[in-house]
């Protein structure tokens, strides 16, 4: 267990509107990544943190923003949300105690209509 | 910049059979490679990972990997499967353990009785 949970679950929501979801861990651990998973592309990073205040662009950034204001938390913003971010969204942390392996947590569902 | 394919999007053997995922990628120094599980509605675990020495890395639940770099190959395998197997395999490369993972898009194994 990596200590990795993600909120919400699962989520419908409006064209237009905004959402935020939430990952959450409970091991410190510096660097926090947000993925999508779509159908046929596997996982793609969308952002990724390596400490507060710090975030960097991933391959799909477009639409996106996060925030990390504390260590255990790492929020993904969809400023106004499209049916093209109809996804699973993956919350991961990297774990410096396993060889800098990177754990994955339950995934949130998003269906935008 | 590096890529990841999996050749196979659905794999079906029976049980009791081997298996064999295929893996290959593109990456222009030494990758760290993984292979992950997902079942369904839920998140990736870890089954194995590569970083150097050994070329043939064992993981959880039985399965190992062999690290081919004249083939830019890491092909996942298993001597004999079980109906508990089924579920989506995605390999991933990165430069490090860690930042910018790249997936695959994975491939789905059913297991026939």
């Known amino acids: ?113 | 910049a590096q890529s990841v394919t999996q050749p196979d999007i659905h794999i079906t053997v029976s049980e009791g059979a081997s298996l064999e995922l295929r893996c290959n990628y593109s990456y222009g120094a030494t990758p760290y490679l993984f292979w992950y599980v997902q079942s369904p509605g839920q998140g990736l675990q870890l089954l194995l990972k590569y970083f150097s020495g050994d070329t043939l890395v064992q993981g959880i639940k039985g399965f190992e990997a062999e690290f081919k770099r004249s083939q830019s190959s890491f092909n996942l395998r298993k001597p004999s499967v079980h109906w508990s197997d089924a579920a989506e395999y995605f390999c991933a490369v990165g430069p490090n353990a860690g930042n910018m993972l790249t997936f695959g898009g994975g491939t789905r194994l059913m297991v026939k009785p």
Not at chain 1, 67 to 73: F, P, Q
Not at chain 1, 98 to 113: A, D, H, K, P
């Open chain 1, 1 to 113: 267990d990596a200590g990795i949970t993600q909120s919400p679950r699962h989520k419908v929501t409006e064209t237009g509107t905004p959402v935020t979801l939430r990952c959450h861990q409970t091991e410190n651990h510096r660097y926090m990544y947000w993925y999508r998973q779509d159908p046929g592309h596997g996982l793609r990073l969308i952002h990724y943190s390596y400490g507060v205040k710090d975030t960097d662009k991933g391959e799909v950034s477009d639409g996106y923003s996060v925030s990390r204001s504390k260590t255990e938390d790492f929020l993904l913003t969809l400023e106004s949300a499209t049916s093209s971010q109809t996804s699973v969204y993956f919350c991961a942390i990297r774990d410096p105690n396993s060889g800098n392996t990177i754990y994955f947590g339950e995934g949130s569902w998003l269906t935008v209509v």
